[in-house]
């Protein structure tokens, strides 16, 4: 793994460059990542929180949310479906390169990432109250199954110290995720990430 799984120039780009703010934290750090043969990160940072089960989009955001914080690549995966998508939009980028697009393993590696980082003494992710989280219907006609959640302008927050430095952002686009559903049985649904999409404009 080269330095983008950390800086996701990605920008933090699961998480930190989500509205393009592509945050430098990860830009100080070059991490060895992890292959196949290593094993999980987990939660060798902090001890793990209590995830919420994945039956609801709503528990799942939350979990995807504890898992980044925790630097929990297991739980990670359990969050995002394995043909997940995210796209993020830096307007500032000159048309043909403003799309960044990343993968269940991008998303993965870059929490395992955090996760080696020796400097990264703590990071926050916030995107406010579940309860001002918008659930919409999907907007896939070829999967009316899949919910949507709009995280409205001004919602998300991210802070990591790196070192001495603190690298903070803020939304300044409404940004949308979406889930695809797993029936098990009657009334046993788990939800997971299929899609993430947000437009920014940069730093």
């Known amino acids: 793994m080269d330095r983008d799984s950390l800086e996701r120039d990605a920008g933090g780009g699961a998480v930190m460059r989500r509205a393009g703010w592509v945050l430098a934290v ?3 750090a070059v991490l060895s990542g992890c292959g196949d043969d290593d094993p999980p990160i987990g939660c060798d940072v902090c001890p793990p929180p209590g995830y919420p089960a994945l039956t609801t989009p709503q528990n799942t955001l939350e979990a995807m949310q504890k898992a980044y914080v925790a630097r929990d690549s297991v739980e990670a995966k359990q969050v995002y479906d394995p043909s997940y998508v995210g796209n993020s939009t830096n ?3 000159p048309p043909g390169s403003q799309v960044s697009t990343f993968r269940f393993s991008d998303e993965v590696d870059h929490v395992v990432a955090l996760a080696k980082s020796t400097t990264i003494s703590s ?3 916030d995107f406010g109250p579940s309860s001002s989280w918008t659930r919409l219907s999907s907007d896939d006609p070829s999967h009316p199954e899949w919910a ?3 995280i409205g302008v001004g919602a998300f927050h991210a802070e990591i110290y790196d070192g001495p430095t603190l690298y903070s ?3 300044t686009y409404p940004m949308t995720f979406t889930f695809i559903p797993t029936v098990v049985a009657p ?3 788990t939800w997971k990430i299929v899609r993430w999409n947000e437009i920014g404009s940069g730093i």
């Open 91 to 93: 307007l500032n980028d």
């Open 26 to 28: 990860m830009a100080t």
């Open 169 to 171: 952002a803020q939304s």
């Open 123 to 125: 990071i926050l992710l």
């Open 187 to 189: 009334g046993d649904t």
């Open 148 to 150: 949507v959640l709009q």
